[in-house]
């Protein structure tokens, strides 16, 4: 097997779904009126442009399969053995109310190798954002997925319903024992800005969460793993004495951070390819142009102008870091925008 690097696409192939979550883009955009789903014969055609992206990048495809609920779609079982006939490494972003041991071990059969569940908070927050019954619903899956040799990732979507929860779920992953937690936060619009938590607040969660992290780090019966998926870690671990950009060379190249316009691509069921799901980034269709040529192009290049960031552009952890663009562009209208949860003073 080859050791190249992989390079990941969150393709949504459905927007069908059996949860109306609070904080969906696609229902807050109102798309839902007609649910769009890719046929097998655009399925088909857009892994052929993957192919020739990862080919000529040296890279290779790492798919994150999502919708809506991927397993809704009525040709999702064709699609996943052509993944599986391609040797292409996949996991599912998706609902838990469709999945029994049968299920989950006909899954792993076809190469999945992991599959996301959401919890947004304690059960009475978790089912008021997303649907009654559905916080059972989900842990009740940790055990067949598990079971069926699939790790699973659960992500919490943080706001201020429920940011004081987020420590109390962190107990919870870990004793259903998920494989994966990580969290990201609510992107708003201009109408849901006082859904975002002020940055004293977020610290103050990070805080929490960290020390719980660190309790469960020596704990030989966890088996989660931490990730610190929100770049704002960066900027915490920074203060803390845990991350030195001294430990770098002294040049151009971004090391971490945001991998819009870096490291990503997403691809929506009707083709549209975008630097970012989370904001208005579209650059192009994967049904109509080449990927390769939109990732290196200058549509794209717009999402790596880092000297354009007004406050990261000044901060020395801009290689690093640079906070959540799309959450900057919800709140402020642009995604040069500072990030409004940052708490970092810039003099």
């Not at 929506?268 to 390769?292: I, P, T, W």
Request: include cysteine.
């Amino acid at each position: 097997m080859s050791q190249q690097s992989y390079f990941s696409f969150q393709w949504h192939i459905t927007e069908a779904c059996d949860q109306r979550c609070k904080h969906c883009y696609i229902y807050a955009l109102g798309s839902h009126a007609q649910f769009k789903q890719m046929s097998i014969e655009d399925m088909i055609q857009v892994l052929d442009n993957i192919d020739d992206f990862c080919r000529r990048a040296n890279r290779r495809p790492y798919l994150y399969v999502t919708g809506g609920d991927p397993i809704l779609h009525p040709q999702f079982w064709s699609f996943v053995e052509i993944l599986r006939e391609r040797h292409i490494d996949f996991a599912l972003l998706g609902n838990p109310f469709h999945l029994d041991d049968a299920t989950c071990l006909r899954l792993a059969e076809y190469g999945c190798k992991k599959y996301q569940l959401s919890i947004d908070g304690q059960e009475e927050t978790h089912d008021r954002i997303r649907r009654s019954g559905s916080y059972k619903e989900t842990w009740d899956v940790v055990a067949p997925l598990r079971r069926a040799g699939i790790k699973v990732a659960v992500m919490t979507t943080v706001s201020r319903w429920n940011y004081q929860e987020v420590p109390a779920i962190i107990d919870e992953v870990v004793r259903h024992k998920v494989d994966v937690f990580a969290f990201a936060r609510y992107c708003p619009d201009a109408d849901s800005r006082d859904t975002c938590c002020s940055p004293e607040e977020y610290r103050q969660m990070m805080d929490l969460c960290w020390e719980k992290f660190e309790h469960y780090k020596d704990d030989k019966d966890c088996v989660t793993w931490f990730s610190l998926k929100d770049h704002l870690w960066i900027l915490w671990k920074y203060e803390h004495g845990l991350f030195n950009p001294a430990d770098y060379p002294d040049d151009d190249v971004v090391y971490d951070g945001c991998n819009c316009g870096n490291g990503h691509f997403t691809i929506l069921s009707d083709g549209a390819c975008y630097a970012c799901r989370r904001m208005e980034s579209k650059v192009g269709n994967a049904l109509e142009d080449n990927l390769y040529e939109l990732f290196t192009g200058p549509k794209m290049e717009a999402y790596r102008e880092y000297e354009n960031f007004e406050k990261c552009g000044k901060c020395e952890l801009l290689r690093f870091c640079r906070g959540c663009p799309a959450i900057a562009k919800g709140y402020h209208g642009s995604m040069y925008a500072p990030d409004p949860e940052c708490w970092k003073v810039i003099s």
